[in-house]
């Protein structure tokens, strides 16, 4: 029951920059994995940004250099700061989460509702 509420999309004109936060609730869990992705109108959903719970990261080419994927040690926040946006960036964000439970082999899969990010000429 990891838990993931996004928020901070909007509407914002090409070049502005928004930042996503991702609360995550993921007491009894060890995170494995963290992401953010987005799904455009008529495509399909795609990595945007990762980080490894030790702070590796790793971004799509379309936005790297624009935007910065953090998170803070105790795995429950995760954040996108994404700067000189563009219409392309359109979309619905979604934070995503890999965790197993204390004990547990199995690995599971969060999704927050997602949040919607929207670039104007």
């Known amino acids: 029951q990891v838990l993931l509420v996004e928020s901070g999309g909007g509407l914002v004109h090409t070049g502005g920059s928004l930042g996503l936060s991702c609360a995550a609730d993921?007491?009894?869990?060890?995170?494995?994995?963290m992401g953010w992705y987005r799904q455009a109108p008529g495509k399909e959903r795609e990595l945007v940004a990762s980080?490894?719970?030790?702070?590796?990261?790793t971004y799509a080419y379309s936005v790297k250099g624009r935007f910065t994927i953090s998170g803070d040690n105790s795995k429950e926040m995760l954040s996108l700061q994404m700067n000189n946006l563009e219409p392309e960036d359109t979309g619905v964000y979604y934070c995503?989460?890999?965790?197993?439970?204390?004990?547990?082999?199995?690995?599971?899969?969060?999704w927050g509702q997602g949040t919607q990010v929207t670039v104007s000429s």
């Open positions: 995503h989460y890999q965790a197993r439970r204390f004990g547990r082999s199995q690995i599971q899969y969060f």
């Open positions: 993921r007491r009894g869990f060890t995170v494995t994995y």
């Open positions: 980080i490894s719970p030790g702070g590796a990261s």
